[in-house]
């Protein structure tokens, strides 16, 4: 308010722009809003918190501050200036200096005290206002900084080291936003103590520096923290962490390195924790990375390096996890989002087998754990498993990989064990594991498994490889032993292998394995893509297996493509194998080249197959009807009992021919008609007796020469030429297309 000639005009101190005094001399001040009246009198300066003011009043010749009821006067001529400022420019200042600790406290009579015992420094701030800022600097061994508060504080570690022998060396009580501001260029250091002593009712203390608060950190100074409690944690908060500056090390804790009850974020700075519990455990979560570096080392079993009960995010930054203790995880949670940043994993523990039922449930050292959904979308992850049964990625529901970087390699072997209902079983770690759907849409993917029956993919539902003309570039190499299980019974590494449908439809594959480079146990399908198996026991297998698309290259040491059931190793008559389309180039040097325990339907597409150079194995082995429904086939083979043709309900002509003799590899096979146009031209790499050969150029009642040897000026493609001319060849047979399906033999 303001006093003029005995009239009395009121104003809200929030509206007052400035007040300027006209004293004798003229105008001595300008006074501005703010948290902190200030009245300048004889060169001295006392405090007045705003928010605590009633009035300022003009009684005669004084100015008088009215605050909760009590009036207190100033001589308008002794008064220099009023002014206002902020809580943040009256830093209250804690030295400490061994067993001792010097306060400068300014807002001593603003709400804020300060009880100081030796080193041992406790404020308690009711100021009702944000922002009040507490600097901390020195040295003591036995000491510690506690603070009660009911509003935002600011904590500026400027180069101080605490050690506290019974406690926390930092502890905040108070449930308001800490930010912690790490002073450039300053080392800091907080150290707790073995054993705590027995805290106020209703408080905690659980960790060498804990807030009940949200603690927030910046600033480009460092901060050490060691954690002896013999129960406690390094670093903790019943809110959130946020990590925005400063380099922060939690240099070792028998419980968590960082422990948080609502989340952990990081945006800048690095965070490097040590420590016997979870490196980071982000409570209900969740874990947001989105910029800085994380680097955790956890050596204990059953600990993980980042755990929330919500989502772990990686959205940026650089992420570095070592995980060396028997179950222990990389990454922990209900769901895992990589969409940026670089994340390397490396596990070196090993499998638990836990008591259940009959047995034991196998539980894994895993680099990222997952119960609902693992999407990596943009990330560069790199996992390297070493432990036993280590395994990569792996969720109780969905992975999705849509784009980025993943690379897994797992060393680790897998071994025997009775599962809980009474059975043998086997342990192993695949580098992708699902029991969910799994989604490979994009991205570039390595996985590398050099232990005993090790996987590169399994799951218990679906795998879908790429979409419509797109997808990732994958490769998968799996070079371990099989394990035996007993009566017969082995556990294979295999390429990828999952109990429902496996469907490629784009992306770029190589593949190679022990066993199997692709199974199915109910149908696999190929619609697109580009597929090479460099070197398998088998290619493909499923009861169902169904080429549309696509362009497939497979080298085996048995069958190429094998449509069986596969369960306890018994077939089913009723598989189903079909070629729609797509180019398919098989060789099976001592398997066969397709193998259906069912049907074959051959419709569309090129099929090349370089069959076995020995008996009893042949380039076609069909148990079931085999029909030709359309494509161009060329199959090379030996004879054999063994060796097919289609059924004569088949729409396209086909002509199985075959030698009395047997005709080295590498020596061209050729057709051609009566006008000498070429219908086939091929070079089998295997030494050869049988050529199967169809084609919708096969004509009814057309006549056709066949040679070997000579040579051809075309294009070589998988043992096919196309285009050139042949030439030089001996005439070895000439017959006429008389049926659908017929033999020719010289």
Same mark, same amino acid.
């Given at each position: 308010?303001?006093?003029?000639?005995?009239?009395?005009?009121?104003?809200?101190?929030?509206?007052?722009?400035?007040?300027?005094?006209?004293?004798?001399?003229?105008?001595? /001040?300008?006074?501005?809003?703010?948290?902190?009246?200030?009245?300048?009198?004889?060169?001295?300066?006392?405090?007045?918190?705003?928010?605590?003011?009633?009035?300022?009043?003009?009684?005669?010749?004084?100015?008088?501050?009215?605050?909760?009821?009590?009036?207190?006067?100033?001589?308008?001529?002794?008064?220099?200036?009023?002014?206002?400022?902020?809580?943040?420019?009256?830093?209250?200042?804690?030295?400490?200096?061994?067993?001792?600790?010097?306060?400068?406290?300014?807002?001593?009579?603003?709400?804020?005290?300060?009880? +100081?015992?030796?080193?041992?420094?406790?404020?308690?701030?009711?100021?009702?206002?944000?922002?009040?800022?507490?600097?901390?600097?020195?040295?003591?061994?036995?000491?510690?900084?506690?603070?009660?508060?009911?509003?935002?504080?600011?904590?500026?570690?400027?180069?101080? !080291?605490?050690?506290?022998?019974?406690?926390?060396?930092?502890?905040?009580?108070?449930?308001?936003?800490?930010?912690?501001?790490?002073?450039?260029?300053?080392?800091?250091?907080?150290?707790? %103590?073995?054993?705590?002593?027995?805290?106020?009712?209703?408080?905690?203390?659980?960790?060498?520096?804990?807030?009940?608060?949200?603690?927030?950190?910046?600033?480009?100074?460092?901060?050490?923290?060691?954690?002896? $409690?013999?129960?406690?944690?390094?670093?903790?908060?019943?809110?959130?962490?946020?990590?925005?500056?400063?380099?922060?090390?939690?240099?070792?804790?028998?419980?968590?390195?960082?422990?948080?009850?609502?989340?952990?974020?990081?945006?800048?700075?690095?965070?490097?924790?040590?420590?016997?519990?979870?490196?980071?455990?982000?409570?209900?979560?969740?874990?947001?990375?989105?910029? %800085?570096?994380?680097?955790?080392?956890?050596?204990?079993?059953?600990?993980?390096?980042?755990?929330?009960?919500?989502?772990?995010?990686?959205?940026?930054?650089?992420?570095?996890?070592?995980? !060396? $203790? #028997?179950?222990?995880?990389?990454?922990?949670?209900?769901?895992?989002?990589?969409?940026?940043?670089?994340?390397?994993?490396?596990?070196?523990?090993?499998?638990?087998?836990?008591?259940?039922?009959?047995?034991?449930?196998? /539980? *894994?050292?895993?680099?990222?754990?997952?119960?609902?959904?693992?999407?990596?979308?943009?990330?560069?992850?790199?996992?390297? =498993?070493?432990?036993?049964?280590?395994?990569?990625?792996?969720?109780?529901?969905?992975?999705?990989?849509?784009?980025?970087?993943?690379?897994?390699?797992?060393?680790?072997?897998?071994?025997?064990?009775?599962?809980?209902?009474?059975?043998?079983?086997?342990?192993?770690?695949?580098?992708? #594991?699902?029991?969910?759907?799994?989604?490979?849409?994009?991205?570039?993917?390595?996985?590398?498994?050099?232990?005993?029956?090790?996987?590169?993919?399994?799951?218990?539902?679906?795998?879908?490889?790429?979409?419509?003309?797109?997808?990732?570039?994958?490769?998968?190499? +799996?070079?371990?032993?099989?394990? /035996?299980?007993?009566?017969?019974?082995?556990?294979?590494?295999?390429?990828?292998?999952?109990?429902?449908?496996?469907?490629?439809?784009?992306?770029?594959?190589?593949?190679?394995?022990?066993?199997?480079?692709?199974?199915?146990?109910?149908?696999?399908?190929?619609?697109?893509?580009?597929?090479?198996?460099?070197?398998?026991?088998?290619?493909?297998?499923?009861?169902?297996? *169904?080429?549309?698309?696509?362009?497939?290259?497979?080298?085996?040491?048995?069958?190429?493509?094998? =449509?069986?059931?596969?369960?306890?190793?018994?077939?089913?008559?009723?598989?189903?194998?079909?070629?729609? $389309?797509?180019?398919?180039?098989?060789?099976?040097?001592?398997?066969?080249?397709?193998?259906?325990?069912?049907?074959?339907?051959?419709?569309?597409?090129?099929?090349?197959?370089?069959?076995?150079? #020995?008996?009893?194995?042949?380039?076609?082995?069909?148990?079931?009807?085999?029909?030709?429904?359309?494509?161009?086939?060329?199959?090379?083979?030996?004879?054999?009992?063994?060796?097919?043709?289609?059924?004569?309900?088949?729409?396209?002509?086909?002509?199985?021919?075959?030698?009395?003799?047997?005709?080295?590899?590498?020596?061209?096979?050729?057709?051609? #008609?009566?006008?000498?146009?070429?219908?086939?031209?091929?070079?089998?790499? /295997?030494?050869?007796? =049988?050529?199967?050969?169809?084609?919708?150029?096969?004509?009814?009642?057309?006549?056709?020469?066949? *040679?070997?040897?000579?040579?051809?000026?075309?294009?070589?493609?998988?043992?096919?030429?196309?285009?050139?001319?042949?030439?030089?060849?001996?005439?070895?047979?000439?017959?006429?297309?008389?049926?659908?399906?017929?033999?020719?033999?010289?």
């Amino acid at each position: 308010m303001t006093r003029t000639g005995g009239q009395v005009e009121p104003f809200g101190l929030a509206g007052i722009d400035n007040i300027t005094f006209a004293l004798p001399g003229g105008a001595k /001040s300008l006074l501005t809003s703010g948290e902190i009246l200030r009245v300048h009198v004889a060169g001295a300066t006392q405090l007045f918190p705003v928010a605590a003011l009633d009035s300022l009043d003009f009684a005669g010749d004084a100015l008088v501050v009215h605050r909760g009821g009590v009036a207190q006067p100033f001589l308008l001529a002794d008064v220099d200036s009023l002014t206002f400022a902020s809580f943040a420019d009256y830093a209250v200042t804690v030295a400490y200096g061994g067993a001792a600790a010097t306060v400068v406290n300014p807002l001593a009579g603003l709400g804020v005290a300060v009880v +100081v015992s030796g080193a041992d420094v406790t404020v308690t701030s009711s100021a009702g206002v944000p922002g009040v800022e507490y600097r901390l600097s020195g040295a003591t061994t036995d000491g510690m900084f506690k603070i009660y508060a009911d509003d935002d504080v600011v904590l500026r570690l400027a180069g101080v !080291q605490i050690t506290n022998l019974n406690g926390p060396a930092v502890n905040v009580q108070a449930d308001e936003t800490i930010d912690v501001v790490l002073e450039t260029g300053t080392v800091n250091a907080l150290t707790d %103590g073995v054993t705590y002593a027995a805290a106020p009712s209703g408080e905690d203390q659980k960790a060498a520096f804990f807030s009940e608060g949200q603690l927030v950190f910046s600033g480009a100074g460092s901060l050490t923290v060691t954690g002896r $409690g013999t129960s406690q944690h390094g670093l903790g908060s019943d809110d959130f962490i946020d990590v925005r500056g400063g380099a922060i090390v939690v240099a070792g804790a028998v419980k968590d390195g960082v422990h948080t009850n609502e989340g952990y974020y990081q945006s800048g700075g690095s965070l490097n924790v040590t420590a016997h519990g979870d490196g980071v455990d982000g409570g209900a979560g969740p874990i947001g990375i989105t910029g %800085g570096a994380v680097t955790v080392l956890g050596t204990d079993a059953d600990r993980d390096a980042l755990k929330c009960d919500g989502l772990i995010e990686v959205a940026g930054g650089d992420v570095d996890l070592t995980v !060396q $203790g #028997n179950q222990s995880k990389g990454l922990n949670s209900p769901a895992v989002t990589l969409s940026g940043g670089t994340l390397d994993i490396v596990t070196s523990g090993g499998v638990v087998l836990e008591a259940s039922g009959l047995g034991f449930d196998p /539980s *894994y050292c895993t680099g990222i754990k997952a119960d609902d959904l693992v999407l990596i979308d943009g990330c560069q992850l790199t996992i390297t =498993a070493s432990g036993v049964a280590g395994r990569g990625v792996s969720c109780d529901g969905d992975i999705t990989v849509q784009s980025g970087v993943v690379t897994v390699h797992s060393s680790g072997g897998g071994g025997t064990y009775t599962d809980e209902t009474g059975v043998v079983d086997a342990y192993h770690g695949p580098c992708l #594991n699902a029991d969910g759907d799994l989604l490979l849409a994009g991205g570039t993917i390595s996985l590398t498994h050099t232990g005993s029956a090790g996987k590169g993919i399994a799951g218990d539902s679906d795998l879908t490889i790429g979409t419509a003309g797109a997808g990732p570039t994958l490769q998968i190499a +799996v070079s371990g032993a099989s394990i /035996s299980i007993g009566g017969g019974e082995y556990a294979e590494a295999k390429g990828a292998s999952v109990d429902s449908v496996l469907t490629v439809d784009g992306g770029t594959l190589t593949l190679t394995s022990v066993d199997d480079a692709l199974k199915a146990k109910v149908r696999l399908v190929i619609n697109g893509g580009t597929i090479n198996v460099v070197n398998a026991l088998e290619g493909f297998e499923a009861p169902n297996l *169904y080429i549309n698309g696509g362009e497939v290259h497979i080298n085996t040491t048995d069958d190429g493509l094998n =449509a069986t059931y596969g369960v306890d190793g018994e077939a089913s008559d009723g598989s189903i194998l079909n070629i729609s $389309g797509g180019y398919v180039h098989l060789t099976a040097p001592a398997g066969d080249g397709i193998d259906s325990n069912g049907s074959l339907t051959i419709s569309g597409g090129t099929v090349v197959v370089h069959g076995p150079p #020995n008996q009893p194995e042949v380039g076609l082995d069909v148990n079931g009807a085999f029909l030709m429904q359309g494509g161009l086939t060329a199959v090379s083979q030996i004879n054999s009992n063994m060796n097919e043709v289609p059924l004569g309900t088949s729409t396209q002509r086909t002509v199985l021919v075959r030698t009395s003799s047997t005709i080295s590899a590498g020596t061209l096979f050729h057709i051609e #008609n009566a006008s000498g146009a070429t219908l086939l031209t091929f070079r089998p790499n /295997s030494r050869y007796s =049988a050529v199967l050969f169809s084609s919708s150029a096969l004509t009814a009642g057309v006549t056709y020469r066949v *040679y070997t040897g000579g040579t051809c000026t075309g294009t070589l493609r998988d043992g096919l030429y196309t285009g050139g001319t042949y030439s030089g060849g001996t005439l070895r047979t000439t017959f006429t297309s008389t049926a659908v399906s017929q033999t020719v033999t010289f």
